[in-house]
């Protein structure tokens, strides 16, 4: 579980920067999609720490009735 905890955070974390950098390039050259990609990176700021906790609560809930239906047919 603890690997796979880890793996969900480096994704994220790399998903967070390369829109981090992918904004201040943007910002940095003047593109015209300059204002969409802040857009873009505010919202996953928050929408993908938020994705990672609650599919983390999904799967340590799924591990807890796996667990219960394992002691069960002992």
Request: charged share 20%; no cysteine.
């Amino acid at each position: 579980m603890n690997r796979f905890k880890r793996i969900l955070a480096l994704i994220g974390v790399f998903l967070l920067a390369f829109m981090y950098i992918l904004t201040v390039f943007a910002a940095v050259f003047d593109d015209g999609k300059t204002m969409t990609f802040l857009k873009l990176s505010l919202v996953l700021t928050i929408l993908v720490p938020s994705i990672i906790w609650i599919f983390g609560i999904f799967v340590r809930i799924t591990k807890h009735d796996s667990n219960e239906e394992s002691e069960e047919d002992k």
